[in-house]
Every structure is written in C-alpha cells, then in structure tokens.
C-alpha cells in the first residue's frame, strides 16, 4: 500500500491560494462604497442645482412681468396740464412703489390648492426719475424669494430706463 501525501498537500495549498482574503473583501467593500457614495452625492447636487435653476428662471420671469406692467403705463411727460393717478396721463410717478405677493409658476407636488407645497415670491417695482430733460425713468423691478432647501433669501432684478411716449 502507498499513500501519496504530497500530491494532497499540494492540492490543498494551491485551493487556498486561489481565493481572496477578508481583508481584501473589506478593501474592495471600502472602495465600492466610497463610488457609490459619491455617485449618490453627485445626484443629491444635480437635483438641487436643477430646483435652484428653476426657482430663479421663474422669479427672473416674475420681475420681468412686473417691469413690463410698470413700462406699459401711461406717461406723457409733454401734455399740458400734467396731471397724475391712474387713469391719466402720468400714472406712475416717481417715488411710485408697487409691491406684490404672489407664488411662482413651477410644477410642484401635492395638491396645487395646498400652501406648503407652493413657493412665494415677493416683486417690488420702484419708479424713480433719472433725468427731467430729457425725461427719462428708472423702473426697478425686484422678486425676492426664499430657497427651500437652504433658506437663502435670493433676489432677481430687471432694471429699464423709459422716455416718454415708449
């Protein structure tokens, strides 16, 4: 009888060395995790990038509206007798301050009737004279607004400079 012992010792060392250790595993555990962390991170900022963008589009589009109201008034500095109030010939005079609450235009989540669910936006339109001849006008058209996620009161503003009889 022969027993072969070598050809059994071989074979079980070459097994052995043929699979990974658990430091290896933890290593390669470490890594995957740190890719996917920051796979998950880089997604977390694109979205928040992406509501940001809207929120400003649509305030930039809220103070552009209430500039385009205040141009759109009537003024007409030439006519004799000047009169001014709404409805006549200069209806916006300087010092004219125009504040408006409003929510914005953007899709949001939930019933649209619901208040935690929409985002405000406040637009301050202020009319000042720049010079008198010749007559031009200053509009000033602010939206302030507030980002959800971090608070951050921001503000969009459009300015114009208007003549009479534009």
């Not at 004799?80 to 408006?100: A, F, Q, R």
């Not at 235009?105 to 000042?128: E, H």
Request: aromatic share 12%; charged share 15%; proline share 4%.
């Amino acid at each position: 009888m022969h027993l072969s012992f070598q050809q059994n010792c071989q074979g079980m060392a070459r097994r052995s060395r043929a699979a990974f250790t658990l430091i290896e595993i933890l290593v390669t555990f470490f890594i995957f995790t740190m890719v996917l962390s920051g796979l998950i991170y880089g997604y977390v900022q694109a979205n928040r990038m992406a509501e940001w963008s809207s929120m400003s589009l649509a305030a930039q589009s809220y103070a552009c509206q209430g500039a385009e109201q205040a141009r759109a008034a009537d003024w007409r500095p030439r006519d004799w007798p000047v009169s001014s109030g709404y409805g006549t010939m200069d209806e916006l005079t300087n010092g004219t301050l125009i504040t408006n609450i409003d929510f914005m235009d953007i899709p949001t989540k939930g019933t649209p009737n619901a208040t935690n669910f929409q985002f405000w936006v406040t637009n301050y339109v202020s009319i000042t004279d720049v010079t008198i001849n010749p007559p031009v006008r200053m509009i000033r058209s602010d939206a302030l607004w507030s980002f959800p996620m971090s608070g951050t009161i921001c503000t969009n503003s459009v300015v114009l400079l208007r003549t009479g009889d534009q």
